[in-house]
T-cell receptor, first 114, second 115 residues
C-alpha cells in the first residue's frame, strides 16, 4: 500500500513568485492536512480538507491556500513568496477524517525562497 | 493561546537503556494525543496514540502515559536502539471545530542513542 506522496521533493523559488505543491493521500483516505515546519516555529497547521471542502484552517495569511480534488489529491499554493516561507511543507492523510484518527505524513516538499 | 510543550530539547541515552520523553499540554479540553518520530529528511512517523479516557497504552517497545491531573504526557521506549535516534514530537488533535484533524505539535525532543 503506497504511502502519502508529495511532489516535488525540493523546490527553489524567487521572492514574489508563487508555488504549487501537490499531495496524493493514501488510497481510501479522504482527509488531507497541510503543515509547515521551520526550525524557529516548529510544525504548524495550515489547513485541512475533507471531501473537497476546507474544514479547518490555521493562522496563516491568505497567501496560503489549498484545494482538494474529487480523488482526494490536494494542492497547496503560496502566492507572493517571502523569504520566511522557506520551510518543509508536510502533508498528512487520514482515513475518515474524523477527529482522533491516525494521520500519516508524506516526506514533505522542501521549499527554499531566495 | 493553548499550546503543547516539551520539557527537554535533547535526551542522550545508552543503547539498551530505557528512554523517557516528556510533554506538557495546557489545554484541559484536549482528549487525543499522538507521538510522532521524525528522522532527518523524513516526515513524522506515527508511533502511538492515546485518548483521554485512558491512562496508559502500550505498543511494541513503546508505552505512552497520560496524567490528566497535571496535564502531562510521556513516551517510554524500552531497550533503546540506535535506530530510535530521531526527534520525537507529541501532538494534540485539536480538530474540535467542525471535527476533523488539526494537530498542534510540541517543540520536539532530540533523542540520541549512544553506543
Amino acid at each position: 500500500k503506497a504511502g502519502v506522496t508529495q511532489t516535488p521533493r525540493y523546490l527553489i523559488k524567487t521572492r514574489g513568485q508563487q508555488v504549487t505543491l501537490s499531495c496524493s493521500p493514501i488510497s481510501g483516505h479522504r482527509s488531507v492536512s497541510w503543515y509547515q515546519q521551520t526550525p524557529g516555529q516548529g510544525l504548524q497547521f495550515l489547513f485541512e480538507y475533507f471531501s473537497e471542502t476546507q474544514r479547518n484552517k490555521g493562522n496563516f495569511p491568505g497567501r496560503f491556500s489549498g484545494r482538494q480534488f474529487s480523488n482526494s489529491r490536494s494542492e497547496m499554493n503560496v502566492s507572493t513568496l517571502e523569504l520566511g516561507d522557506s520551510a518543509l511543507y508536510l502533508c498528512a492523510s487520514s482515513f475518515r477524517g474524523m477527529m482522533n484518527t491516525e494521520a500519516f505524513f508524506g516526506q514533505g516538499t522542501r521549499l527554499t525562497v531566495v | 493561546g493553548e499550546s503543547v510543550g516539551l520539557h527537554l530539547p535533547t535526551l542522550s541515552v545508552q543503547e539498551g537503556d530505557n528512554s523517557i520523553i516528556n510533554c506538557a499540554y495546557s489545554n484541559s479540553a484536549s482528549d487525543y494525543f499522538i507521538w510522532y518520530k521524525q528522522e532527518s529528511g523524513k516526515g513524522p512517523q506515527f508511533i502511538i496514540d492515546i485518548r483521554s479516557n485512558m491512562d496508559k497504552r502500550q505498543g511494541q517497545r513503546v508505552t505512552v502515559l497520560l496524567n490528566k491531573t497535571v496535564k502531562h504526557l510521556s513516551l517510554q521506549i524500552a531497550a533503546t536502539q540506535p535506530g530510535d535516534s530521531a526527534v520525537y514530537f507529541c501532538a494534540e488533535n485539536d480538530g474540535l471545530t467542525g471535527g476533523g484533524n488539526k494537530l498542534t505539535f510540541g517543540t520536539g525532543t532530540q533523542l540520541k542513542v549512544e553506543l
